[in-house]
Structures are given as C-alpha cells and as structure tokens.
C-alpha cells in the first residue's frame, strides 16, 4: 500500500481538497486497495475541526467530498507515509525543518512537482480570498493530482516503493 499525506498550514483547505481529490482519482481507476492518502497541517489552530465550508461548498459542486477532520502533522508521518506533499513552499520548508536529520528528504515533494499543465509554484492559500481563490485550488489540484497518481502507478508498476 502506497500512502500519501497532503500537507498545508492548517488543514482545512488545500490538503483536505488534495486529499479528496486524490481520493476520487484513485476510486476511479479501483485502486483503493493499493494508495490511500490522508492530510494534515503544519499547526494544531483547526485541530478536530472539519474542512472550512467554503472549500467544501466549491469541492462538492465538483463531485469531491472533503470527510476529514483537521490534524497536526508530526514525527510518526514520516514513517507512515511515502509522499509528503506540501502545498507551498513555507509548508515544504516547514516539513523540511522537521526532519532535523536529514532522514526523510526524499518522501518530501511540493504539490506542483506533479503538474502536468499548470504554472503554478505551489497551491495558494484561499483562505482569506474571496470564492475564485477555492475554484483556482481546485483547478490546481485537479491537474497535480493527476500528474502525482501517473507517478504512483509507474512506482507501483515497477515495485519501485
């Protein structure tokens, strides 16, 4: 099983629509039983709490179902998981600080490192714009994703992970 975490500041946006979005690519090509994905955010501030209704409302008029609760990331994720993908650069360089011996580097990935067609350099924060900063979220999750599950199934395809 190949897991995957999306992480962004607070858990509440980015990472849980990442996470969603992932989730229905991977029900999609039926391969639920080999990738599972989670997130989780670089601060405790949203901890228990669902995904911010904003996201949600826009997620769902795209068919993706934002179900988790926020959590703060920590050490054990870089055990449990085989991508840690952040949603911006001060997220990355957060994950980055956490692994103070250099031990994990290579499970840890910006979410545009997987774009297929965007120039985006990392998923903006919508959080304090207005509702075409979620739909802009979305469109970049779409593509990356996509681009992230392409990778997985050639690591998969060639017992790579």
């Known amino acids: ?3 995957i975490l999306f992480v962004c500041l607070g858990n509440i946006c980015r990472s849980p629509s990442g ?3 992932m989730n229905e690519l991977i029900r999609r090509e039926n391969l639920q039983d080999k990738i599972s994905c989670d997130s989780a955010g670089t601060i405790a501030y949203h901890e228990g709490n669902p995904a911010d209704s904003r ?3 826009h ?3 795209r068919g993706y179902n934002l179900t988790s609760m926020a959590r703060k990331f920590n050490e054990a994720d870089f055990e449990k998981f085989d ?6 650069e001060s997220n990355y360089n957060d994950l980055l600080s956490y692994d103070i011996n250099n031990k994990y580097k290579s499970k840890i990935f910006m979410m ?3 774009s297929t067609n965007n120039n985006f350099a990392e998923v903006p924060d919508p959080y304090y714009g ?5 739909e802009t ?6 593509d990356t994703c996509a681009g992230l599950l392409e990778d997985v199934k050639t690591k998969l395809n060639n017992n790579l992970l």
Do not use: C, N, S
């Open 55 to 57: 996201m949600k409302t």
């Open 59 to 61: 997620a769902i008029k």
């Open 130 to 134: 207005g509702p075409e900063g979620f």
């Open 1 to 3: 099983m190949i897991k």
């Open 19 to 21: 996470e969603a979005v």
């Open 83 to 88: 991508y840690i993908i952040a949603m911006d």
């Open 137 to 142: 979220v979305l469109d970049i999750l779409e």
């Open 112 to 114: 545009t490192d997987f």
